[in-house]
Antibody, heavy 120, light 110 residues
Framework: QVQLVQSGAEVREPGASVKVSCKAS????????MHWVREAPGQGLEWMGV????????GYAQKFRGRVTMTRDTSTRTLYLEVSSLRSEDTAVYYC?????????????WGKGTTVIVSS | HSALTQPASVSGSPGQSITISCSGT?????????VSWYQQHPGKVPKLMVY???NRPSGISNRFSGSKSGNTASLTISGLQADDEADYYC??????????FGTGTEVTVL
């Protein structure tokens, strides 16, 4: 089963940007939708967006449009999530997640999560 | 899209059945048969329990079943076990390739 290995925890000041990575153990980005989900402390899960296997185009939740960028590098099997203009409410664990072959957000593989802390 | 509405908590005794509701609108749950349910134990990553309203992934017990009626989806856990104690989240397609989660339900096994 493919594994998704995420980058380590990050601490940023408000207004800064952060880029989180998610490396797959085998080729998967060309055949599976890849999602980003976050979980703020004491809060629930929040869907942020998805990267299409065809061409790597991304779609974002309306809340994050203009502030979040999802990209991929198929040569290194790495997915990226960049969040700009960080605020304290962005403090959360960020997960990358692979949609199964059944699609439509039937996620079968999750990364272990990357903690991002936004604090001055 | 606002988060789907779930009860904050549901409890039951071992062996009993419980049902978790997930209320949406005619533009998400009511419009698509793409409802998923995830189980999340404290400190762990979510785990898919049901997808496409009522399908179970390989390895998931048939004690977990999903259904949908109108704008509301439901997850039923029968034969409740101690290990079922966790948070449960529903999710739905909202159109245009987007998704939304529910508010989450804490299941307690008494």
């Amino acid at each position: 089963q493919v594994q998704l290995v995420q980058s380590g925890a990050e601490v940023r000041e408000p207004g800064a940007s952060v880029k989180v990575s998610c490396k797959a153990s085998e080729d998967t980005f060309d055949s599976h939708f890849m999602h980003w989900v976050r979980e703020a402390p004491g809060q629930g899960l929040e869907w942020m967006g998805v990267v299409n296997p065809s061409g790597g185009t991304a779609g974002y939740a309306q809340k994050f449009r203009g502030r979040v960028t999802m990209t991929r590098d198929t040569s290194t099997r790495t997915l990226y999530l960049e969040v700009s203009s960080l605020r304290s409410e962005d403090t959360a664990v960020y997960y990358c997640a692979r949609d199964s072959s059944s699609g439509w957000f039937s996620v079968d593989v999750w990364g272990k999560g990357t903690t991002v802390i936004v604090s001055s | 899209h606002s988060a789907l509405t779930q009860p904050a908590s549901v409890s039951g005794s071992p062996g009993q059945s419980i049902t978790i509701s997930c209320s949406g609108t005619s533009t998400d749950i009511g419009a698509y048969n793409y409802v998923s349910w995830y189980q999340q134990h404290p400190g762990k990553v979510p785990k898919l329990m049901v997808y496409h309203v009522s399908n179970r992934p390989s390895g998931i017990s048939n004690r977990f079943s999903g259904s949908k009626s109108g704008n509301t989806a439901s997850l039923t856990i029968s034969g409740l076990q101690a290990d079922d104690e966790a948070d449960y989240y529903c999710s739905s397609h909202t159109g245009g390739g987007a998704y939304v989660f529910g508010t989450g339900t804490e299941v307690t096994v008494l």
